[in-house]
């Protein structure tokens, strides 16, 4: 959520920052900063009723005594009360429409992001050497179907289009995978997580996902419970809401998180005839790391996040980039993204397969997440980052097609091996 005082201070360049992300906005800020005048005028005067009223009340003992008729002070009270009723239920409408309005207003972008969408996002660093064959490479698809890593067919028959079963190696590979992200985390001292699939709505709004994308997810209908739950996206969305009204001290920041879960998402996208296989799907692993921050210790947690997951890719010998996100292209709840991108052959271009992002405060004000300063003592709210660490549902198809031979075998990365009893080659049986 914006701060208000922002849009307050200067309407027009917050309008301008939501323009560089190719939203207009303009209408809506106007509605807000009415909407909050109309807000502050209606507690102001019912404020003011209450006053007169608690006056009143007091003078009437007073009155009785003195044997005076309190019948019209009576009747003043009764129409004092009408009017604050009035008042609170007017006010109860603004209230409703200013935060929904305030809560689908996208995070403003970073000042240095260029405007527009993607076709402005800048590649920053280029690691290694793009990949090369003196053999036609295969797909992963046909692969992983002839390694046996991968049943698509039987996965499509037991979800529908859109989801897949790792077997065999291709499970214990999928596994290694995650357990080489998980070693690295802990060795950069940060806290894993184990969090619950099914979340509450609360979570989703605090992490900037609804109420704009609440159709996106999976939601749960339990005819016992009116709450509303839905299918964890990504660990984001649990792992945003951690510390939800809570005051942390300076001193507990930064706070450094990770966590697997599957991910959860009912629009895949749509498919173009290169992304075939696992590259878009409803469901898929990954281990989001987060961290919540002071703000002035937000930029250096970007960094940290970003050379972590540069890292994770490196190791795994991939040719990749780092680019950095043009506003329009970053997400609606984050100021700033770079993107991981590595190449699959098969698709003849580099896919992200690591989003790293700040938020800001944004998240923060949205879920009340604040700390104290150790000096002074007063609160502020927190920067919260997140970054992929990874996913593998491009990474697998990144590895068998770059690391595939001619005779259709794939070479194991090296820091995978430790964790498949040293095996370094994938061939048919």
């Not at 305030?102 to 793009?130: C, I, Q, T, V, W």
């Not at 998402?265 to 921050?293: C, L, P």
Request: one cysteine or more; charged letters at 30%; a negative charge.
């Amino acid at each position: 959520m914006i701060d208000i005082k922002r849009i307050k201070d200067d309407p027009e360049a917050v309008k301008a920052g939501l323009r560089a992300k190719e939203v207009d906005c303009d209408a809506q800020v106007d509605r807000i900063l009415e909407l909050d005048a109309a807000r502050r005028a209606a507690i102001a005067e019912t404020e003011a009723m209450k006053a007169e009223q608690n006056k009143v009340s007091k003078e009437i003992p007073k009155l009785k005594k003195a044997g005076e008729d309190v019948a019209p002070i009576f009747a003043k009270m009764a129409e004092l009360k009408g009017k604050i009723a009035q008042n609170d239920g007017k006010l109860t409408e603004i209230e409703a429409e200013y935060r929904t309005l305030m809560l689908s207003l996208p995070n403003l972008p970073d000042p240095d992001l260029a405007a527009g969408g993607k076709e402005h996002n800048e590649p920053l660093r280029y690691y290694g050497e793009p990949h090369k064959f003196d053999f036609q490479p295969q797909h992963h698809v046909d692969l992983c179907t002839s390694l046996g890593l991968i049943d698509y067919e039987r996965g499509v028959k037991a979800a529908g289009t859109g989801f897949w079963m790792y077997r065999g190696m291709g499970a214990r590979l999928e596994w290694a995978l995650l357990n080489y992200f998980m070693d690295e985390h802990l060795k950069d001292g940060y806290e894993m997580v184990m969090l619950p699939l099914v979340l509450e709505y609360k979570c989703g709004e605090t992490a900037g996902q609804f109420p704009k994308f609440a159709d996106e997810v999976y939601k749960i209908e339990n005819p016992t419970d009116e709450r509303i739950h839905f299918m964890l996206p990504t660990a984001e969305t649990a792992l945003a809401s951690l510390h939800r009204d809570e005051i942390l001290t300076e001193a507990a920041l930064p706070r450094k998180y990770f966590a697997y879960t599957p991910c959860f998402r009912r629009e895949a996208g749509s498919h173009r005839a290169d992304e075939r296989g696992m590259v878009r799907g409803h469901q898929f692993n990954k281990i989001e790391m987060f961290q919540y921050t002071t703000p002035e210790g937000s930029d250096a947690a970007f960094e940290e996040l970003v050379g972590k997951a540069e890292r994770l890719v490196s190791g795994l010998g991939f040719h990749f980039r780092t680019v950095k996100l043009a506003a329009g292209d970053c997400s609606a709840s984050m100021a700033r993204t770079y993107d991981i991108e590595i190449q699959i052959p098969s698709m003849n271009g580099y896919k992200e397969v690591s989003s790293v992002s700040n938020a800001r405060d944004y998240q923060a004000r949205r879920g009340n997440i604040r700390f104290r300063r150790e000096t002074g003592g007063r609160t502020e709210f927190v920067h919260t980052l997140n970054g992929s660490g990874l996913a593998t549902s491009r990474i697998f198809p990144a590895m068998v097609e770059q690391n595939q031979r001619a005779d259709g075998s794939v070479v194991i990365p090296e820091v995978l091996r430790k964790y498949l009893g040293g095996l370094e080659i994938l061939e048919k049986k």
